[in-house]
Nanobody, 121 residues
Framework: VQLQASGGGLVQPGGSLRLSCAAS????????IGWFRQAPGKARDLVSC????????FYADSVKGRFTISRDSAKNTVYLQMNSLEPEDTADYYC???????????????WGQGTQVTVSS
């Protein structure tokens, strides 16, 4: 089982991207899904998480009001809509699955390769 993040790319400041997290062999509805990001030379930090039990969401302060996490059960996919992007959002983005929303990457049961987001003019 592996998760696959996609949708990254190069975007200008103020632009938008939508990242997707898909999985084969893993019903994402049964898991909390976290989105993490890691900039060069920095730690991998939690950006957002959506719970499986009640759909409640969590956002890091740095992205509140700009990013939105959501699920599409029919497509077995979790999205991260990123608006008003800033150069500071530049990083590799990863998704991970766990029974609960955890703040630490290493606590997640399943994860996969990331997708690169570059915000630059």
């Amino acid at each position: 089982v592996q998760l696959q993040a996609s949708g990254g790319g190069l975007v200008q400041p103020g632009g938008s991207l939508r990242l997707s997290c898909a999985a084969s062999g893993l019903p994402l509805d049964l898991y909390a899904i976290g989105w993490f990001r890691q900039a060069p030379g920095k730690a991998r930090d939690l950006v957002s998480c959506i719970k499986n039990s009640d759909g409640r969401t969590f956002y890091a302060d740095s992205v509140k009001g700009r990013f939105t996490i959501s699920r599409d059960s029919a497509k077995n996919t979790v999205y991260l809509q990123m608006n008003s992007l800033e150069p500071e959002d530049t990083a590799d983005y990863y998704c991970a699955a766990d029974p609960v929303c955890e703040r630490v990457w290493g606590e997640y049961d399943y994860w996969g390769q990331g997708t690169q987001v570059t915000v630059s003019s």
